[in-house]
């Protein structure tokens, strides 16, 4: 079973930059993916980056590629995610989440992330991005 805590969030003006990190207790799947989803007020979750439990692939979706980074330490057991160039529509808690079925990839790096549903949720930290 795998725990998951997250640390990091707070506010910042657009353009700034915060990094979360996911502190891993026990095993996950290593047949699955790893990574944060993000839920704004009145809209619904959704897949933020991935990569695999054991590292290798990372998956972005759309809105925050080439601006977060999503990165695992094995020796820290820790999921961080570093956030550049936040704007006011990045707002919203952001969950770690685990043991999920990795997205989809297409066409020119583009993921569908509609079969990857997470069975173990962190607590969720709050990201607030002013403009």
């Known amino acids: 079973q795998v725990q998951l805590a997250e640390s990091g969030g707070g506010s910042v003006q657009s353009g700034g930059s915060l990094t979360l990190s996911c502190a891993i207790s026990?095993?996950?799947?290593?047949?699955?993916?790893i990574g944060w989803f993000r839920q704004a007020p009145g809209k619904e979750r959704e897949g933020v980056a991935a990569?695999?439990?054991?590292?290798?692939?990372?998956y972005y979706a759309a809105p925050v590629k080439d601006r977060f980074t999503i990165s695992k330490d094995n020796a820290k057991n820790t999921l961080d995610l570093q956030m550049n160039e936040l704007k006011p529509s990045d707002t919203a808690m952001y969950y770690c989440a685990a043991n999920f079925k990795c997205p989809l990839l297409g066409p020119a790096g583009t993921t569908r992330w509609d079969d990857s549903n997470p069975d173990t949720w962190g607590q969720g930290t709050q990201v607030t991005v002013s403009s």
């Open positions: 026990g095993r996950a799947n290593p047949n699955r993916c």
């Open positions: 990569t695999h439990t054991t590292g290798g692939p990372r």
